[in-house]
């Protein structure tokens, strides 16, 4: 057999200079807080750089259509992203997202005082309705009933505290027990208020004006005058009305209140 040549070119070898490369890098770093209101959303944003490819996870599940260099998160869970340039993918550490919700308010009394931890959006209710003007983070009872507030306390939202309640009790005075008087009432200028029969003590008490919504306009500390305690009080700048005088006596865990009007 004899073999003929076809003129086919001759193979000829082209150098082939291998390119080093390194694997990309991958890191998430949040907008701002990881934890989130209910409802909200944080953004997650990963590493950026030339010919980077992404994928992101949840749980270790794989998000569908989450490939760009941000993830807009509003659930919660651990958050990674797989990064890669062409080397084998690179997976980030987890980034942790959680999700708040409305914290209810506690409520709080020292005797007649109720104070809230609710910070913005305070509202007082009393037996279920709302106490008109009394929106500060106390509120001095000067009813019995059932006290509530309405409030924000972590910034996620308004929520109800539970109950409190309150009961003023009327009893015939005790000829040894402290006696609160205050005079002249009605008034429209100064009030002295005056508690006799107590012992002298370190701590003087305090007075405090409070208004029908439990706001304290005045407060002062009784002076110790002879076997009483008293203190006058300038009410000349205050509309007329129904004002009440309360006195929260801490070492007796007692409150003391009187009903006065003002002209």
Request: aromatic letters at 4%.
């Amino acid at each position: 057999m004899r073999v003929r040549s076809l003129d086919c070119p001759a193979l000829t070898r082209t150098p082939v200079t291998p390119a080093s490369g390194s694997a990309a890098t991958a890191s998430i770093s949040p907008n701002g807080s990881a934890s989130v209101c209910a409802g909200g959303s944080v953004r997650l944003q990963a590493n950026t750089g030339p010919d980077l490819t992404y994928q992101w996870f949840r749980n270790g599940a794989r998000l569908t259509g989450a490939t760009s260099s941000t993830l807009q998160a509003s659930s919660a869970g651990d958050y990674t992203v797989q990064v890669a340039n062409g080397c084998p993918a690179v997976q980030s550490a987890p980034v942790t997202v959680s999700i708040r919700s409305a914290q209810s308010p506690v409520v709080v009394a020292n005797g007649l005082v109720l104070t809230s931890d609710a910070t913005s959006g305070i509202q007082w209710f009393r037996d279920g309705a709302a106490l008109p003007g009394a929106t500060a983070s106390s509120y001095t009872a000067v009813q019995s009933g059932r006290y509530s507030v309405r409030g924000n306390v972590n910034g996620c939202g308004e929520s109800l505290s539970n109950d409190v309640f309150i009961t003023i009790t009327a009893t015939e005075p005790d000829p040894q027990e402290a006696e609160l008087v205050v005079y002249p009432n009605p008034t429209s200028r100064q009030l002295t208020v005056r508690l006799t029969g107590v012992s002298a003590r370190t701590d003087a008490p305090t007075v405090r004006l409070v208004d029908q919504r439990g706001s304290t306009l005045l407060q002062a500390d009784m002076q110790r005058d002879g076997k009483s305690y008293s203190t006058v009080l300038d009410i000349s700048a205050l509309p007329g009305g129904t004002f009440f005088v309360v006195i929260d006596e801490a070492r007796e865990s007692t409150v003391r209140l009187k009903r006065i009007r003002k002209l």
